[in-house]
């Protein structure tokens, strides 16, 4: 028996990419592709792959909920994280939700088919890359206070040093402080990049 491959990603050229390097595969069955939640679904209706590499973002649908709703629906399907994000929440939370395993898009031949036979076998695969991101330390339980916590989702509302002081009860050079403290931390320059950090790195949420 061959084991069916399917893939959800709203990008043709990952798409035909990943065809490309498992081609030739022949333990491999190609079932074909969708590029939104809806079309993923709707296809699992009629046929069942056995893995599953699904993109993190799609048009309509979160991959993580997305993830979470095919495990639901269909448990017996593996299914693989396939993004260019190699952050620790959202690495986590595909697991959370049910992946299997992760890897990313520079993923070689060989470690798309080790990805495959291993969560085939009931094993969690990560990729090399994944396994590093996720032996870093957490930036939003080891860097952050609490406090620098608060300031942070003040900035990020467009609070000035001024607000942040009011509604905090603490001085204007203590939220100076604060602020510094955190451009330093996340090795950035100024505010937008702070924010645009903090975003990826899920601590805005």
Known sequence: MKIGIFVVDDHYMVIEGIRSL???????????HATNAVSCLSFLKRQEPDVILMDINL??????DLCKEVK?????????????????TIIKNMIDN?????????????????????VLKGKVYYSFEVLSALRKP????????????EVLLLIAEGLTNAQISEKLFISVPTVNTHRKSLLEKFDV????MLIGKATKLGLLE
């Open 22 to 32: 498992l081609q030739n595969e022949k333990t491999l069955d190609w079932m074909g």
């Open 59 to 64: 048009p309509d649908k979160s991959g993580i």
């Open 72 to 88: 639901q629906l269909y448990p017996s399907i593996a299914i693989l994280g396939l993004s260019t994000f190699n952050q620790q």
């Open 98 to 118: 049910g992946a299997a395993g992760y890897v990313l898009k520079n993923a070689t031949k060989e470690e798309l088919m080790e990805a495959i036979n291993s």
């Open 138 to 149: 957490e930036p939003n339980q080891l860097l952050i206070t609490r406090r620098e916590k």
């Open 189 to 192: 320059k100024n505010t937008a």
